[in-house]
């Protein structure tokens, strides 16, 4: 099946609008390009991994860190915001997982680095990315699909 997303011309109008304010919040793009790409890792979403390698390469990510990223709490090569960022990133996507996974320590150190626009910005990229992931791995699109 094509993807839905551009089946439903209204929810790619809507998709573009929904970027348009995750990119407004003033959190880093290669941040939110870390928070997209191990969101998908963690749903393995191949398209999304792949689309998001791209992405953060052209958003200036240094290849060694995308290697890394899912070690992130294992290697120094990221800062403490981006670290917030992934943490946050991960129990929001892992929900499942427990109950109350975003806990206030989780929270707490995100808002130590990012005002709420960006934590806006991050919550609304970490569920843009799930949406995508899920539309993406129920329709098994694959790798290095065309989405234009």
């Known amino acids: 099946m094509k993807n839905p997303a551009l089946l439903l011309p209204d ?3 809507g998709i573009g609008s929904f970027f348009k304010a995750v990119h407004s919040g003033g959190v880093p793009q290669s941040t939110l390009e870390l928070v997209h790409l191990r969101a998908s890792q963690i749903n393995g ?5 792949e689309s998001g390698t791209r992405a953060a390469r052209e958003a200036g990510e240094d290849v060694e860190r995308l290697l890394l990223l899912p070690t992130w709490r294992e290697t120094d090569k990221f800062t403490d915001a981006e670290r917030a960022a992934l943490e946050l990133t991960e129990a929001a996507t892992r929900l499942a997982d427990r109950p109350n996974s975003v806990t206030d320590e989780i929270w707490d150190a995100a808002a130590d ?3 709420e626009q960006g934590l806006s910005a991050i919550i609304l990229m970490i569920s843009l990315t799930n949406m995508f992931n899920r539309i993406n791995t129920t329709i098994r699109e694959p790798a290095g699909a065309d989405w234009s």
């Open 11 to 13: 929810a790619k109008k």
């Open 45 to 49: 979403c191949s398209a999304c991994v």
């Open 113 to 115: 680095h990012f005002d």
